[in-house]
Every structure is written in C-alpha cells, then in structure tokens.
C-alpha cells in the first residue's frame, strides 16, 4: 500500500501568514489526492481534490500543488478560523490511505 | 441538503460484536459508493472499508478484515457495518461517507458514532 507522509505534525503561526503543508507518497499516484480540514470534535471537510481543485465554497486562500511525490496545501493569510487539523488522502486499486495529519494552532 | 446519521456505537466488551447504522437522505443513495473511516482518540484517520453502489463489491483494511462486514440496504437508503470479534484498538468514532461520482474523495461526512471497546 502507498504510504503517505505529511510534515510537519504540527505548526504555530500568526494571522495574516502564509503557511504549508506537505505530504509525500512513496510512489507516484499521478494528481489523485484530496486535504481534509478537521476542526475539534466535527467531521472533516474536503478542501481540495485532485491535488489542485478546489472545492465549491472553499475560501480562495487554500491551494494545493504537486511536484513529484511532493503535495502542498498552502494556506495564505491565515485566518482564526483555519486553526485545524489537516489531512492528505489518496486512493488505489485495492486501499485508502490518510496522511498523519497537520495541527496548525493560530 | 446531504444527510448521512450514523447509529449504533457505544460500550462493548472485547471479544464482543456491534452493527453500526448510517441512515442518508437528501441524495439518491443508489447512486454512490460508500465507505467507513474511523478515528480512534486523539488519533488520525483511518479508512475501514467500502461499498460499491449496489453492495455487490466491498473491500476492508486489512486491520479489520474477516472482522467487519459491510452492507447496504439502498431500499431503506441504510448503509451497514457489522463488527464482530472487537478488539481494544477498535475504539474510535466511527464516520459514515459518502464518495463523490467517478472520485475517490469524499465529499459528505456524517457526524461519526463512539464505539468504545473496554471490559
């Protein structure tokens, strides 16, 4: 099954700030793979697909991006209300696999 | 509006078995794959299994394999997880999902279910 690594665990950042995420796949999976935001004690909300699109309703400030094996979500100008948890998620033949995720306190 | 209410968690002991329930509305349920993620506490996510949309192909991570069972009853719009020989580690709130069409993301959560695994 492909592994998906994200960095960091966790980040401290202030409003206004631009910040990222990364998530690695141990092999390519071309651009299928999504980021989740999670708040305490909801369910998780999908941001972004295709590595690239963004989901309806999602404020232009998430974006994601691929190099490689390397996936970014970058959030810039960090809001309160993007304090969360955040998760990568791509999918193969036979599994489904989710990143360790990302803390970002505000 | 899409609604996925997932039912049945609580308190079991190990070695015990429990049937989760998912009722949905506000879409054709017949029309989407399904699946379970779980999360245990203070942990991440982890994909359980899933269903296609006529039940007839399901697929299951290998930690709860020849465990859990997944089903659907698309007459009643009720998706299902029978999970059988529970283990501690099995504690988690348990996600009901909804696939969008021709993806592999997730586009609609329900509000998870607690099970908790504990003599």
């Known amino acids: 099954a492909i592994q998906l690594t994200q960095s960091p665990s966790s980040l401290s950042a202030s409003v206004g700030d631009r910040v990222s995420v990364t998530c690695r796949t141990s092999?390519?999976?071309?651009?299928?793979l999504a980021w989740y935001q999670q708040k305490p004690g909801k369910a998780p909300k999908l941001l972004i697909y295709?590595?690239?699109s963004l989901e309806s309703g999602v404020p232009a400030r998430f974006s994601g991006s691929v190099s490689g094996t390397d996936f970014t979500l970058t959030i810039t100008s960090l809001q309160p209300e993007d304090s969360a948890t955040y998760y990568c998620q791509e999918f193969d033949s036979f599994s489904l696999t989710f990143g360790g995720g990302t803390r970002v306190d505000i | 509006d899409v609604q996925l209410v997932e039912s049945g968690g609580t308190l079991v002991q190990p070695g015990g078995s429990l049937r989760l329930s998912c009722a949905a509305s506000g879409f054709t349920f017949t029309n989407y794959w399904m699946h379970w993620v779980r999360q245990g506490p203070g942990k991440g996510l982890e994909w359980v299994s899933r269903?296609?949309?006529?039940?007839?192909?399901?697929t299951y991570a290998d930690s709860v394999k020849g465990r859990f069972t997944i089903s659907r009853d698309n007459a009643k719009n009720t998706l299902h997880l029978q999970m059988n020989s529970l283990r501690v580690e099995d504690t988690a709130v348990y996600y009901c999902?909804?696939?969008?069409?021709?993806?592999?993301?997730?586009?609609?959560w329900g509000q998870g279910t607690l099970v908790t695994v504990s003599s």
């Open positions: 295709d590595a690239s």
């Open positions: 999902v909804r696939v969008r069409r021709g993806t592999s993301y997730f586009d609609s």
């Open positions: 092999q390519g999976i071309n651009s299928a």
């Open positions: 269903t296609n949309s006529d039940g007839s192909s399901t």
